[in-house]
């Protein structure tokens, strides 16, 4: 593989590691090198292509690999991921021949791929819902409930988001550009409740008033901002995709076409133009 800011080789004294690129810039996919043996657990829909040594198998849950309680822990597992918006089910992709193979994956949505190793993070991360792509094999996706009531009924991704386990490399997708902070402790960042992608369990998520009434009625940008208080990383969306889906239903109109912006025959522009 090409050597690029994206991109990481294995290294031989870590176990269950693997080597991996990021290919693109705003429609990004995700390309992984397995050794023999070696397995990546995507969301299910996210494949575009593979080498035919490795092969592909369907499971119930999120294939991290911890089968404690039997079919009652998968199930529960499974439950996890339904409740964050995810499948039911994760692909799990296995080298099973020699030498080297590759997969690779896109995300559904414009924006950046983000690659992370959660042994480097202190073995957890908190991300926004739907946001997990793929991992290495042993990674287990949980629910991250908001404590806060406030939190979680303005905090833009509900009560619930994703908490990613492990200690090996996960791959999330956002929306647009990303950017990370790293917070000191006591050190505060108010960030749009919809650009917070993710960050790490350490960091205390609250809210915060977006300022006064003319603001709130006026400014745009909802009642309340989202207050991160460090230690630790946090990681920013420059697109959130409700916000272009968003943008998207307004300049259809809800009936679909060309909106004509700007036009000042409005209405007129619209039958002209055809999209009437």
């Not at 999120?62 to 039911?88: H, I, N, P, Q, Y």
């Amino acid at each position: 593989m090409t050597n690029s800011p994206w991109s990481h080789q294995r290294s031989a004294s870590v176990a269950d590691d693997v080597d991996f690129e990021i290919k693109g810039q705003e429609l990004q996919f995700l390309e992984i090198e397995l050794d023999p043996g070696e397995s990546a657990v995507a969301e299910a829909g996210s494949f575009v292509w593979k080498d035919a040594s490795v092969q592909m198998t369907t499971v119930f849950g999120d294939g991290s690999g911890d089968t404690g309680g039997g079919f009652m822990g998968k199930l529960l597992g499974a439950g996890k991921r339904l409740v964050t918006g995810e499948s039911l089910f994760t692909t799990v992709f296995t080298h099973t021949g020699s030498g080297k193979a590759r997969v690779a994956f896109a995300s559904p949505t414009p924006g950046s791929i983000l690659p992370l190793n959660l042994g480097q993070l202190g073995g957890s991360l908190i991300c926004q819902k739907d946001s997990f792509l793929a991992a290495a094999r042993g990674v287990s996706i949980g629910v991250h409930f908001q404590k806060r009531i406030m939190t979680g009924l303005f905090g833009g991704e509900g009560f619930i988001m994703q908490r990613l386990d492990g200690d090996g490399w996960v791959f999330v997708q956002m929306g647009g550009t990303l950017v990370e902070r790293e917070l000191k402790a006591g050190e505060e960042l108010h960030v749009d409740t919809g650009c917070l992608a993710a960050y790490t369990p350490g960091v205390d998520f609250d809210l915060v008033t977006a300022g006064g009434v003319r603001s709130v009625l006026f400014g745009g940008e909802g009642l309340f901002f989202a207050r991160l208080r460090g230690p630790g990383k946090v990681w920013i969306q420059s697109l959130p995709f409700s916000r272009l889906a968003g943008r998207m239903m307004a300049a259809a109109g809800g009936q679909g076409g060309n909106r004509g912006e700007g036009s000042i025959l409005g209405e007129l522009g619209d039958l002209i133009g055809g999209n009437r």
